[in-house]
C-alpha cells in the first residue's frame, strides 16, 4: 500500500512521462489525476444510468465493454460499481494513464487493453451485457463506423450505448450494402501529419485523416438494420455543458439500442415483416434562437410584402 507521498510523487511521473490526463479521477488520499478541478461530468451520469436501468440486474452482475476509453473514467466507474469491466483504448499513453488508476484503486475486476476498437469480435474479446460507445464513433470512416455497429451487435448480450456527434445536414452519401446513408465529412487532421502529430492529439482519430458523421436518420437506420429490437435518444439525466449552464453541442447526442428477441404482434401480422427506414431530415431537432429570429423577421417581411401588394 502507497503512502500519499508516494502516490503523489508517481502521479506527478506519470504526468511527466505521459502527459497531462484527459479526466479528472478521484484516488486515494483523496488525491486527483487533474487535481479536483470540480467538474460535473453529465455525460458519465448520463450513461451509467441508462445502463443500470435498462441492464435488468444490478451492475455488480453485469459486464461492460468501453470502447475508446482514454485514460479510463467510465470503466473505472463501471467497476467501482462492482461490474466486470474492459475498456479499449489505442493510445498507448491512454492505456498506461488508465492502468495507473486501476492499481491505485486496487480495481481487481477491471482491465485495460491497447487495441484498435475496430477489432473487437466475440472471439477476441467474449460477450458483454453493455458496449459503452461514447466519443469514438465519429472518428471512424463511414464504412468502420457501420462495420463497428455490427460488430457491437454480435459482442452485445443486451445493450449499446452511442454517445456521438452527428451531422446536421445530409451533405454527403454513402451507399453500403445496397443501402443509402447520409451524413457530412469531418476533417481529423492535415494530410501530411506524422504519426507524431497524430499521437499528441488523443481527441482526434488514430491514424484517419478523415472520419464521417451519420446523420440522425442514417444513424437509426444503421443500428435498425443491424438488428436491434429497439433504439432510443436519451435527453434525461440530461447532458449539457459538464456542469455548465447551456448545451455543450447541438450535434451530440447520446442512443441506447437493445437487443432482445422482436415481439411477435398477432393482431397486426403484417407488421411483423415491415422494417421501415427514417427518411432524412424527418429527425431534425428545432433550429436555434437566432435562426428562429431570422424565419420570424422574413416571415413579417413576406407578409409586409404581400399586404403592399395585395392593398391591404
Known sequence: MQSREELQRALDKMKHEYGEWTFDIPLPFDIWTRGNCQISHTRLKRIVQVVSDLSEKPLSECSVLDLGCLDGIFSIEFAKHGANTIGVEIRETNIKKAIFCKEALGLHNLDFRQDDV?????ESYGKFDAIVCSGILYHLPA??????????????????????HVALQPIERIVYG???????IFREYSDSATPEEKAKTPWASADNPTSFWFTRPSLVNILNKAGFSSVYECFIPAHLNFGKPGLE??????????????????????VNTLQEIWPEHSLSYVPDATIQDGLRQLYKRIISRLKRVSGR
Open 249 to 270: 453541442h447541438r450535434n451530440r447526442c447520446t442512443f441506447v439500442a437493445i437487443k432482445d428477441r422482436f415481439c411477435e404482434i398477432a393482431t397486426s401480422p403484417s
Open 143 to 164: 464504412t468502420d463506423a457501420i462495420n463497428l455497429i455490427n460488430r457491437m451487435y454480435d459482442v452485445a448480450n443486451r445493450i449499446i450505448v452511442i454517445d456521438t
Open 118 to 122: 475496430r477489432n473487437i469480435s466475440v
Open 178 to 184: 445496397g443501402d443509402e446513408y447520409w451524413g457530412s
